[in-house]
């Protein structure tokens, strides 16, 4: 399985940009990768994936460095209900999501 | 409303029972997963179905049974061997668990499952 390294925890002021980074330098061929969320006590939530491009959706950016072996996940405004613990993941083809422990986000106000 | 429903939110085991925990989707999803959280900690799976009648163990299957026998639904029962089963346990579904877009897991809210 390809494997991602994240920050355990971050802090960010309300209404700044949260930039929460990833490394995935074994990432191989056509391994996409996803970011999810996950608030206290819920079920994790789909936030946005990407495989070469960055992407853009309605809750965040997702940009994939040009080697692919990194990405950031940008929030553009952090609200306090975005404090959550982010999971970047890399798919291996085929096989199965791997959650690691994540990067704790809280928003301070 | 199209979504994941586990149930029940909360369940109380006693030593030696067995417990099955409810996961059904409208989603028309033909992947299906079942992961086990511990606090303060990532998911591990538990179990992962790609299509009906069919499923796979994952990295932590001992102690625990899954069926499917439809499309939206795959209950995973905590059978008594397992010897600690206190954790919050997630449904997922996927269209299918392959790459991409196809690839992306939708979850339920999860179970908390207690040894009373």
């Known amino acids: 399985d390809a494997k991602t390294t994240q920050p355990t925890s971050m802090d960010c002021a309300e209404g700044r940009a949260a930039n929460l980074p990833c490394n995935h330098s074994?990432?191989?061929?056509?391994?996409?990768v996803y970011w999810y969320r996950q608030i206290h006590s819920q079920g994790p939530q789909y936030i946005i994936h990407?495989?070469?491009n960055n992407e853009t959706n309605e809750m965040a950016s997702l940009i994939i460095t040009e080697d692919r072996k990194s990405s950031t996940l940008i929030l553009p405004h952090a609200t306090l209900r975005d404090t959550a613990v982010y999971y970047c993941i890399v798919e291996n083809y085929g096989q199965n999501f791997v959650f690691g422990p994540g990067t704790r986000l809280s928003v301070l106000p | 409303d199209g979504g994941i429903t586990q149930s029940p939110k909360y369940l109380f085991r006693k030593e030696g029972q067995n417990v099955t925990l409810s996961c059904e989707q409208n989603?028309?999803?033909?992947?299906m997963y079942w992961y086990r959280q511990d606090p303060g900690q990532g998911l591990r799976l538990i179990y992962y179905s790609q299509i009906v009648n069919d499923f796979q163990k994952g990295d932590i299957a001992e102690g625990y049974s899954v069926s499917r026998e439809k499309k939206e639904s795959f209950p995973l029962t905590v059978t008594s061997a397992q010897k600690n089963p206190t954790a919050f346990y997630l449904c997922?579904?996927?269209?299918?668990?392959?790459?991409?877009?196809?690839?992306?897991?939708?979850f339920g809210a999860g179970t908390r499952l207690s040894v009373l």
């Open positions: 074994t990432i191989s061929g056509n391994e996409y």
């Open positions: 989603l028309n999803h033909d992947a």
């Open positions: 990407g495989l070469k």
């Open positions: 997922a579904s996927s269209i299918q668990g392959t790459s991409g877009a196809k690839n992306i897991q939708y």
